[in-house]
């Protein structure tokens, strides 16, 4: 019923940026949280950035002050802007996205998931 298209990952050098962006699409009502989460190699599935409907942001400390999470509402987009990036933040970046769709007769919840996009960062 939802659908997420992540794109942006890549490979940069240290000290340098990336944007990522997630784009939900389907038959949305509304959006209530947009959330980026991380996992590397042998690692489980860690928190990275959220934005809440309200427009309130929260980071993993990990990524504060380096990492900025935007969202377009019109789009149904959320931007991870990655400044001053470092070698430990090398994995695949999914983005989660909480909200409601409508159907022809019913409204329902859901959760999504996006693909991932890997980012690696050269040291």
């Known amino acids: 019923q939802v659908q997420l298209v992540e794109s942006g990952g890549g490979l940069v050098q240290a000290g340098g940026s990336l944007r990522l962006s997630c784009t939900a699409s389907?038959?949305?009502?509304?959006?209530?949280?947009m959330d980026w989460y991380r996992q590397a190699p042998g690692k489980q599935r860690e928190f990275v950035a959220g934005?809440?409907?309200?427009?309130?942001?929260n980071y993993a400390d990990s990524v504060k002050g380096r990492f900025t999470i935007s969202r377009d509402s019109a789009k149904n987009t959320t931007y991870l802007q990655m400044n001053s990036l470092k070698p430990e933040d090398t994995a695949a970046y999914f983005c989660?996205?909480?909200?409601?769709?409508?159907?022809?007769?019913?409204?329902?919840?859901?959760?999504?998931w996006g693909q991932g996009t890997q980012v690696t960062v050269s040291s």
């Open positions: 989660n996205v909480v909200g409601t769709f409508k159907s022809d007769t019913y409204f329902q919840t859901f959760g999504a």
């Open positions: 389907g038959k949305i009502f509304s959006i209530n949280t």
């Open positions: 934005i809440r409907n309200d427009g309130n942001t």
